[in-house]
């Protein structure tokens, strides 16, 4: 599918914010006065500039106060509503620490959970999508909840946390792409599990909506140079920076290398997205190749 920017920057800023949030509301002995101002200010920022990034995806960004209405049977509404609940929740726990340095921990748990499904809806506007084999597996929620939790730990320098996480991210995302692969590459829109099927011809010769926007295809070797960047840059590079003594400084470049493996994470999972609706075109389909 056609990676747009504005849902790239979505979900891995609204992700390490809410995932910064959480780690905020579960500490037992969380920071207060101007400090805790700072992490709050940082946490908002990611979380509510990536909700911002993801409506000028929108057709008519001006209808957005319609995805609260359809709450019953849209996950994309569900994030509305979670979002929403999570940051009026911990704008008033963020407030208590910063101007009273009270803590009031009913409301940072209930933050903290509200925070991890807002990440959860976000993870199944994709997942239940049927006709993206690669993305309709229980490993997207999984693989957008570590890679969150993990880059909350980072921000909120949960050391002790944030090296397993990290781990476990990045375990997870190659485990979405070998298991994206194979779902890829097998079967077919009108026969599942009926291997690899070829179109007689394709239905016409011009290009449309579909094969451009449902069609994108990204060049095998470049993929595999694209994981291998994303995955090091995402994982292992920031938990061993974090192991190594440096404090802020090295704490501070593994946030940076962090993110940006996982905005080339990201950019792959939309870009190697094959809608069931692009092998009626065949290869003749103009896709687009990087």
């Known amino acids: ?58 057709g008519q960004p001006r209808r957005a106060i319609k995805a609260f209405r359809e709450w019953r049977s849209s996950w994309l509404s ?39 499904l807002t990440v959860f809806t976000t993870a199944m506007i994709y997942a239940q999508m049927r006709t993206v084999p690669r993305w309709n597996t229980p490993l997207t929620p999984l693989k957008f909840l570590a890679i969150s939790l993990a880059g909350g730990a980072l921000l909120a320098a949960k050391t002790a946390f944030a090296i397993p996480l990290l781990l476990l991210a990045g375990a997870l995302q190659l485990a979405h792409w070998l298991m994206g692969d194979r779902l890829t590459e097998t079967g077919s829109a009108l026969v599942p599990n009926s291997g690899t099927l070829r179109a007689f011809e394709p239905p016409h010769i011009g290009d449309n909506y579909l094969t451009h926007e449902m069609a994108f295809t990204v060049a095998r070797r470049h993929a595999l140079k694209l994981r291998v960047i994303a995955l090091l840059l995402m994982a292992p590079l920031p938990a061993l920076l974090l192991a190594l003594p440096g404090g802020h400084v090295t704490g501070g470049f593994a946030v940076l290398f962090h993110i940006a493996g996982v905005l080339a994470a990201r950019w792959l999972f939309f870009a190697e997205a094959q809608h069931v609706q692009a092998r009626f075109y065949g290869t003749h389909a103009r896709t687009e190749s990087v």
């Open 1 to 58: 599918m056609h990676p747009a920017p504005s849902i790239i920057l979505f979900t891995t800023l609204s992700g390490a914010g809410f995932g910064l949030l959480f780690w905020l509301g579960l500490d037992s002995t969380p920071p207060t006065g101007w400090v805790a101002f700072a992490f709050f200010t940082l946490a908002y920022l990611l979380a509510v500039g990536g909700l911002m990034a993801s409506v000028f995806h929108l």
């Open 78 to 116: 569900r994030e509305a509503w979670t979002s929403t609940a999570t940051l009026t929740l911990m704008a008033l726990y963020g407030a208590g620490l910063t101007f009273a340095a009270t803590r009031i921990g009913a409301l940072g748990f209930i933050g903290a959970a509200m925070a991890l």
